[in-house]
């Protein structure tokens, strides 16, 4: 009977590798990711027209309500999963706040289907010669229920997005060679799963919406998340389980304050002389962590490893650390620096997408006799990730691992690069683009129109190709980094500083507009991006100012990954290998 050291069923009995994880259960998983991302990407991007419709808002109550949406739903898996990895299994969060994003759908609809839950109807205007109408936006309780449906939901996806991809992982033994490559492409999947739900949900769920109405969409909306609940919860007894471990918050700041008290202690020359975990613990609910060399920065390395010198004088856990506490540590250290590297480079590609599409917007949208309406070009990129995934998994990867000796071909640092070069050659094309797209308005005398010049829409296909490019290789690069990278007790908070990264560069995003409004309103009397007229405005050099931003951050993300230092080794594990010949740090990007 195979096994999985430190995971459990749903019994808490040792898991038996032929009857829990693998394939089979990561199937669910990806099934629950796709029914979930088809109602929320729908709402992410049709959300402004419901606020300003039915609602009545203004643009910037609009903007500002969808945008603290957007960034809720990624910003709420970090407390879940503090939660998953300290108190309870993954799998039981997302059972326990799941139903809760359900409710919140349902509210919207309750609200959206009850007129007297709405604003008060537009008024006409006071004087025949005013074309304008006078709408008084959603406000009270009212508003207190809106808001209340709304920020019910990234309680619940948000665990989900903490939970699944961390439990996904788990259901793969890295020292299992088959498995091992199953990891690998278990993300690449995720990603395919959120790309097709995304599809579904701008395809199907925005047309009811618009057609069938909010109310009906809304609940078309909480059917595919309690469906997706259902079939993913229908799996528990396929699952491997980890146990929760405690804060991990708790571990890594007892380390800093033993590290300090001990500040003037001298390290043994014999590393098996600092604290281990003791025999009595539970070997099934701790990853044993050995010491390494391979922190860059020498000097914090032996600071914290002060904590685990024994004195004679120490007095519980904030005076004394194991290895393995401090070895957690230094994977959050290590990691910082990557993140940090990581938000700065993916500020660009929220906005390139957004403003690609307004772009489109003023463009011939014509494809034959057929018009492509405005909300379909965010189906382009779409299209274009979920063809470029299966190709990628199916075609490249097989070769470059044979080339290359990695199981995912190249590096996840090496992959999330190639994503941050892919953004910088798109901006670079974004704005050759716009220049042609501001002459083709000027020639055809169309500078005061918003829609109609004649420049096919098409000639966006080469920037929505490289957004595909960015999602397929930056977007699963970072998201199987952080959850591979981390610790066997922080593994969901990994996959929770990816979507923290996705939430902190569109606010960044965001900001920078209004600064580069600030700035060029004073040198040329008009914002770059000011008013409803691209025409007008100066895109291009916002794309060269996002071009230039995206080389920076490439420059400081390649100084950072060239020294990171792997947890485990990537190469495909031999036959004849097991899983305790892994772990060692390994200096390669």
Same mark, same amino acid.
């Given at each position: 009977?195979?096994?999985?050291? +430190?995971?459990?069923?749903?019994? +808490?009995?040792?898991?038996?590798?032929?009857?829990?994880?693998?394939?089979?259960?990561?199937?669910?998983?990806?099934?629950?990711?796709?029914?979930?991302?088809?109602?929320?990407?729908?709402?992410?991007?049709?959300?402004v027209s419901y606020l300003r419709g039915t609602m009545h808002m203004g643009v910037a109550q609009?903007?500002?309500?969808?945008?603290?949406?957007f960034a809720a739903l990624q910003m709420f898996s970090i407390p879940a999963a503090f939660l998953?990895?300290?108190?309870?299994?993954?799998?039981?969060?997302?059972?326990?706040?799941?139903?809760?994003?359900?409710?919140?759908?349902?509210?919207?609809?309750?609200?959206a289907y009850t007129t007297s839950l709405h604003p008060p109807p537009c008024s006409p205007a006071?004087?025949?010669?005013?074309? $304008? $109408?006078?709408?008084?936006?959603?406000?009270?309780?009212?508003?207190?229920?809106?808001?209340?449906?709304?920020?019910?939901?990234?309680?619940?996806?948000?665990?989900?997005?903490?939970?699944?991809?961390?439990?996904?992982?788990?259901?793969?033994?890295?020292?299992?060679?088959?498995? =091992?490559? #199953?990891?690998?492409?278990?993300?690449?999947?995720?990603?395919?799963?959120?790309?097709?739900?995304?599809?579904?949900?701008?395809?199907?769920?925005?047309?009811?919406?618009?057609?069938?109405?909010?109310?009906?969409?809304? %609940?078309?909306?909480?059917?595919?998340?309690?469906?997706?609940?259902?079939?993913?919860?229908?799996?528990?007894?396929?699952?491997?389980?980890?146990?929760?471990?405690?804060?991990?918050?708790?571990?890594?700041?007892?380390?800093?304050?033993? %590290?300090?008290?001990?500040?003037?202690? @001298?390290?043994?020359?014999?590393?098996?002389?600092?604290?281990?975990?003791?025999?009595?613990?539970? &070997?099934? &609910?701790?990853?044993?962590?050995?010491?390494?060399?391979?922190?860059?920065?020498?000097?914090?390395?032996?600071?914290?490893?002060? &904590?685990?010198?024994?004195?004679?004088?120490?007095?519980?856990?904030?005076?004394?650390?194991?290895?393995? =506490?401090?070895?957690?540590?230094?994977?959050?250290?290590?990691?910082?620096?990557?993140?940090?590297?990581?938000?700065?480079?993916?500020?660009?590609?929220?906005?390139?997408?957004?403003?690609?599409?307004? #772009?489109?917007?003023?463009?011939?949208? @014509?494809?034959?006799?057929?018009?492509?309406?405005?909300?379909?070009?965010?189906?382009?990129?779409?299209?274009? #990730?979920?063809?470029?995934?299966?190709?990628?998994?199916? %075609?490249?990867?097989?070769?470059?691992?044979?080339?290359?000796?990695?199981?995912?071909?190249? *590096?996840?640092?090496? @992959?999330?690069?190639?994503?941050?070069?892919?953004?910088?050659?798109? $901006? %670079?094309?974004?704005?050759?683009?716009?220049?042609?797209?501001?002459? *083709?308005?000027?020639?055809?005398?169309?500078?005061?129109? *918003?829609?109609?010049?004649?420049?096919?829409?098409?000639?966006?296909?080469? =920037?929505?190709?490289?957004?595909?490019?960015?999602?397929?290789?930056?977007?699963?690069?970072?998201?199987?980094?952080?959850?591979?990278?981390?610790?066997?007790?922080?593994?969901?908070?990994?996959?929770?500083?990816?979507?923290?990264?996705?939430?902190?560069?569109?606010?960044?995003?965001?900001?920078?507009?209004?600064?580069?409004?600030?700035?060029? #309103?004073?040198?040329?009397?008009?914002?770059?991006?000011?008013?409803?007229?691209?025409?007008?405005?100066?895109?291009?050099?916002?794309?060269?100012?996002?071009?230039?931003?995206?080389?920076?951050?490439?420059?400081?993300?390649?100084?950072?990954?060239?020294?990171?230092?792997?947890?485990?080794?990537?190469?495909?594990?031999?036959?004849?290998?097991?899983?305790?010949? *892994?772990?060692?740090?390994?200096?390669?990007?």
């Open positions: 009977m195979g096994s999985s050291s +430190g995971l459990v069923d749903w019994r +808490g009995r040792p898991v038996d590798t032929k009857k829990h994880g693998g394939v089979r259960a990561s199937i669910f998983i990806h099934a629950m990711v796709l029914l979930t991302n088809a109602p929320n990407i729908a709402n992410m991007m049709n959300m609009a903007s500002t309500t969808a945008s603290n949406y998953a990895d300290s108190y309870l299994k993954r799998f039981y969060t997302v059972l326990l706040f799941a139903p809760i994003e359900i409710i919140g759908y349902i509210l919207l609809a309750v609200q006071a004087t025949a010669a005013s074309a $304008t $109408t006078t709408c008084e936006p959603v406000r009270g309780a009212n508003l207190s229920l809106l808001l209340l449906g709304l920020y019910l939901i990234p309680i619940g996806d948000g665990a989900a997005r903490a939970c699944l991809p961390a439990l996904g992982g788990d259901q793969f033994d890295l020292g299992d060679p088959d498995e =091992q490559r #199953q990891e690998t492409s278990f993300y690449n999947w995720y990603t395919f799963a959120v790309s097709t739900g995304g599809f579904v949900g701008l395809v199907f769920i925005v047309w009811v919406q618009n057609s069938k109405g909010w109310g009906v969409g809304f %609940a078309v909306s909480a059917a595919f998340v309690a469906l997706g609940l259902l079939v993913w919860a229908a799996a528990f007894p396929l699952y491997r389980n980890q146990l929760p471990m405690g804060s991990p918050i708790t571990r890594v700041l007892q380390v800093f304050v033993a %590290a300090f008290k001990k500040r003037n202690v @001298r390290l043994p020359e014999n590393p098996s002389e600092l604290k281990q975990i003791n025999q009595d613990d539970d &070997a099934n &609910a701790h990853e044993v962590l050995p010491k390494t060399d391979g922190f860059r920065f020498s000097l914090a390395c032996r600071c914290l490893e002060k &904590a685990a010198v024994e004195t004679g004088n120490d007095a519980g856990p904030w005076s004394l650390c194991s290895v393995t =506490q401090v070895e957690e540590t230094k994977i959050v250290l290590r990691m910082a620096p990557i993140f940090v590297a990581a938000v700065l480079s993916y500020i660009p590609v929220p906005l390139l997408l957004s403003l690609t599409v307004q #772009q489109g917007n003023t463009m011939d949208t @014509r494809l034959g006799a057929v018009h492509i309406s405005p909300a379909t070009l965010f189906l382009i990129p779409t299209v274009f #990730q979920m063809v470029i995934l299966i190709i990628y998994d199916r %075609a490249i990867v097989p070769p470059l691992r044979r080339l290359t000796g990695y199981v995912g071909g190249v *590096t996840h640092l090496q @992959r999330i690069g190639i994503g941050f070069v892919a953004t910088i050659v798109a $901006t %670079a094309i974004a704005a050759v683009v716009e220049t042609r797209r501001k002459m *083709t308005a000027e020639e055809s005398g169309l500078e005061d129109a *918003t829609t109609g010049i004649p420049l096919s829409v098409f000639w966006l296909t080469p =920037q929505f190709f490289l957004i595909g490019i960015v999602d397929v290789t930056s977007f699963v690069g970072l998201l199987e980094f952080f959850c591979s990278e981390a610790s066997m007790g922080m593994k969901s908070i990994g996959s929770s500083i990816f979507y923290c990264i996705l939430g902190v560069s569109a606010w960044l995003g965001s900001l920078l507009i209004q600064v580069t409004n600030r700035v060029t #309103q004073r040198t040329n009397g008009g914002g770059w991006l000011d008013g409803a007229n691209l025409n007008k405005g100066k895109l291009d050099r916002f794309y060269v100012v996002l071009c230039i931003i995206e080389v920076v951050a490439l420059v400081i993300y390649v100084f950072f990954a060239r020294r990171y230092v792997y947890r485990n080794d990537q190469r495909v594990v031999a036959q004849e290998q097991r899983k305790g010949d *892994t772990g060692n740090g390994v200096a390669v990007i």
